[in-house]
T-cell receptor, first 108, second 113 residues
Framework: GIQVEQSPPDLILQEGANSTLRCNFSDSVNNLQWFHQNPWGQLINLFY?????KQNGRLSATTVATERYSLLYISSSQTTDSGVYFCAVAYSNYQLIWGAGTKLIIKP | DARVTQTPRHKVTEMGQEVTMRCQPILGHNTVFWYRQTMMQGLELLAYFRNRAPLDDSGMPKDRFSAEMPDATLATLKIQPSEPRDSAVYFC???????????FGNGTRLTVT
């Protein structure tokens, strides 16, 4: 099955810093999503991005499907960006394969 | 904003009791998922529905768990009898179809003593 690896596993930054989170996957996918789980446990869909680039405010994501990776960029980070960021992928079926997540802590 | 609604938010029960968790998917979404999240196992898929039909429940312990969609606005997950190892956060999620963004409810935090 598809393997999903996220890096780094942990990241601690000062407020205002920029960060790049990476998701590598082992096989072709046609479904890739980024989620943020905040400290209260809510899982928020950030991007549906099987290929290409999207931006939403301070967040943007790029997926290079041919090279089997996706990047999530967070600019001018805020304390509310803290939490765990998950990448999840699938190919031709419904079952998303989840990465282990990147735990991000933004210090004020 | 449309959102997935789950009830209850928290549930504490004693071992052996029946637990029912409810989910209202986003209107117009035809795929519904039940996930369980624990510190040890991460996010596990328990069940998947498409157009209210159960297509996959291989992630559920069959002897005690059951999932149903009596109508398009309600999905239920039942545990009978509950056990302490069932303690976890149970999430419901819905999507317009299998190749569209997945939206999660706030979860039900279950504690079985």
């Amino acid at each position: 099955g598809i393997q999903v690896e996220q890096s780094p596993p942990d990241l601690i930054l000062q407020e205002g810093a920029n960060s790049t989170l990476r998701c590598n996957f082992s096989d072709s996918v046609n479904n890739l999503q980024w989620f943020h789980q905040n400290p209260w446990g809510q899982l928020i869909n950030l991007f549906y991005i099987p290929s290409g680039t999207k931006q939403n405010g301070r967040l943007s994501a790029t997926t290079v499907a041919t090279e089997r990776y996706s990047l999530l960029y967070i600019s001018s980070s805020q304390t509310t960006d803290s939490g765990v960021y998950f990448c999840a992928v699938a190919y031709s079926n419904y079952q998303l394969i989840w990465g282990a997540g990147t735990k991000l802590i933004i210090k004020p | 904003d449309a959102r997935v609604t789950q009830t209850p938010r928290h549930k504490v029960t004693e071992m052996g009791q029946e637990v029912t968790m409810r989910c209202q998917p986003i209107l117009g979404h035809n795929t519904v998922f039940w996930y369980r999240q624990t510190m040890m196992q991460g996010l596990e898929l328990l069940a998947y529905f498409r157009n209210r039909a159960p297509l996959d429940d291989s992630g559920m312990p069959k002897d005690r768990f059951s999932a149903e969609m009596p109508d398009a606005t309600l999905a239920t997950l039942k545990i009978q009898p509950s056990e302490p190892r069932d303690s976890a956060v149970y999430f419901c999620a819905s999507g317009r179809d299998r190749a569209s963004p997945l939206h999660f409810g706030n979860g039900t935090r279950l504690t079985v003593t």
